[in-house]
């Protein structure tokens, strides 16, 4: 599941609603340990007494056999593994009979079964920082602080910031999650911790959840792992404080973008928007809907060779009617409020749509929204004659540093061609994005990314609308913005 689609699946809670959402890193300390460990016995056990036997004088199988109250043919085949081994000779005797003897390897490896030596071991695990506990990460992989920045996802900082101290440490919560290669089970005991000899900071990916009150200034952020929620991350989270000492809740706890959206629009407008109720359940059926029809088509897609009236492609059919159904009827509300997690899929719908104009304002342009596909998509509506205007705050680097893809460049490039209008807009702090008379929504998120980089979380509001004249009213509130300076 990508973000959108697990924020999507997790945006209802009660008397609270989903404001925010993205990619975050869970911190995690992988901490190298100076361990005391005890080697497990690793030879059969019935080798073992053969061994045993032999060393107590015998030298016949039977003879060992009836001793260790086993089977003739079982202490064979043992007999058999130890001569493999070099462990024990066979000698041969009268009438094909035959005797043996423990070899002096077999001695000594006898000897190591009765003694086990401890030794010094450097061990790796993985520390939850949130959670304050180890734990396995079954074989998921971690991102540094620099992959996480390269993609715009958001740090959380563990509270308290310290690593745990040795003593800390439990030894039976180490044992069950030592890191392996290979995913082996770490087969020794440990004895005892001695000390932390290296630490790197890490982070497991995530999606962050932000919910917020509309009747007051309650915030919660919630984490998802692998597209569902962890309470305990969650409930641990808040009482170390962090959604208040990363900022969360001034930037999120506020209501300035709602009054300004009443400003721009008017108070009139704003009663237009559906009864709450009716809209929780319009939402709810459609995010069940596109559950359903991506499970079902997961599996379709694991068998591509389907045949008519298989029951896979009668459930696929039946769960995209459904889903189109409901997208019917989340659309057919004249306008209203717009989600955090659509902003993205209506900028592919309109791109993908647009059949005369398409107006887009933002504050800056982001490798991680105009990245290659979506260029091409943009180019492709280009070639069929649609007009687009982009206009945004100036920025010589998208991303603030040398990159191989540069979106500003690329759209640069094709506005001294003609082939689109790229215009400096004044700093704002709601957008637009404007397809024909078919679409309209206005957002406190830019639709093409942030001015700077994004360091936490915002509450984003807006609208949407499909009704004609209201997509005109939105687009007539685009363009009174001041006077644009033209950037191409």
Known sequence: ???????????????????????????????????????????????????????????????????????????????????????????PGPEGAASFKMTDAGEARLALEREEVPQDEMIVIDYDAIRRTPFRLAGENVVRAAELASSGAVQIRPYPAEPPAVDELDLLDVSKVIRRNAGADFRRTVLALKRIARRNNVFREAVALVFASDTGDEVQVAFAIDGKISEVHERTFAEHGGPRKMGFLKDVGGSEQRRLLEKLVGKSFMKRLPNPAALTTARREEAEASTAFAALS?????????????????????????????????????????????????????????????????????????????????????????????????EDKADGRSQAFDPMAELQKRAAKGLLQLEQGVKDQLYFLVQDDELAVISSRPFLGEGAKRSGFTRVEGLVTRKPELVREFKSLATRQAAPRNAS
Not at 14 to 19: D, I, K, M, T, Y
Not at 46 to 71: C, N, P, T, W, Y
Not at 331 to 350: M, Y
């Open 1 to 91: 599941m990508n973000p959108a689609d697990v924020a999507r699946s997790n945006q209802f809670r009660e008397g609270l609603r989903l404001v925010d959402y993205g990619e975050a890193g869970l911190p995690v300390f992988r901490l190298t340990l100076e361990a005391i460990t005890l080697a497990h016995k690793t030879m059969p056990t019935i080798q073992e007494f053969v061994l045993r036997g032999l060393a107590a004088g015998e030298s016949d199988e039977a003879a060992i056999a009836s001793m260790l109250g086993l089977k003739l043919e079982i202490v064979a085949g043992a007999i058999n593994a130890l001569v493999s081994d070099g462990y024990v000779t066979r000698q």
């Open 298 to 394: 997961e599996i379709s897609a694991r068998a591509p060779n389907l045949r008519k009236g298989d029951p896979v492609e009668i459930a696929l059919s039946a769960a995209e009617q459904r889903l189109q159904v409901a997208k019917f009827n989340l659309n057919a509300f004249e306008v209203r409020p717009l989600a955090c997690f659509e902003i993205e899929e209506l900028l592919d719908e309109a791109i993908e749509s647009a059949r005369s104009e398409l107006l887009i304002t933002s504050a800056g342009v982001r490798g991680g929204i105009i990245h290659g596909f979506r260029l091409r998509a943009i180019d492709r509506m280009i070639s069929s004659g649609v007009s687009l205007l982009v206009k945004t705050q100036w």
